[in-house]
C-alpha cells in the first residue's frame, strides 16, 4: 500500500488549500487516517487525524481552522485548510495505518505518503 498527496501550494495568509491523500495497494482495510507537518527545522507534528468510523482528533493550533474528512470508498482523506497563517507554512505528510492480520498476530503498519510543501506568504 502507499499513500499520495497533493494539493500543496503557495498561498497568502488568509487563504484556503484542500489537501489531498489517496492509498493505493492491496489491503484489508484502512484504520485511521492522519495528516502532520513539519516545518524547516522543527519535528514533526501531527495536525489531525480521522478513524475509520470518521471520528477526529485535531492540533490545538489548527482548531476551527482546519477540517479533515475522509471517503473510505475512494480510500482518501481531506483535509480542508482555512485561515492560513504564515506558521502553517511547512511539509504536510499523509499518513495511513494499514491492518496487517494473521492468525496468529495483529499489528498495524503506518505507510507515510513523500509529503507536500504548503508555504503561506505574509
Known amino acids: 500500500v502507499e499513500v499520495v498527496e497533493s494539493g500543496g501550494g503557495l498561498v497568502q495568509a488568509g487563504g484556503s488549500l484542500r489537501l489531498s491523500c489517496a492509498a493505493s495497494g492491496r489491503s484489508s482495510g484502512i484504520n485511521a487516517m492522519g495528516w502532520y507537518r513539519q516545518a524547516p527545522g522543527k519535528q514533526r507534528e501531527m495536525v489531525a487525524d480521522i478513524t475509520s468510523g470518521g471520528s477526529t482528533h485535531y492540533a490545538d493550533s489548527v482548531k476551527g481552522r482546519f477540517t479533515i474528512s475522509r471517503d473510505n470508498a475512494k480510500r482518501t482523506v481531506y483535509l480542508q485548510m482555512n485561515s492560513l497563517k504564515p506558521e502553517d507554512t511547512a511539509v504536510y505528510y499523509c499518513?495511513?495505518?494499514?491492518?496487517?492480520?494473521?492468525?496468529?498476530?495483529?499489528?498495524?503498519?503506518?505507510?507515510w505518503g513523500q509529503g507536500t510543501l504548503v508555504t503561506v506568504s505574509s
Open positions: 499518513k495511513a495505518d494499514i491492518p496487517i492480520a494473521t492468525i496468529e498476530s495483529y499489528r498495524e503498519l503506518e505507510v
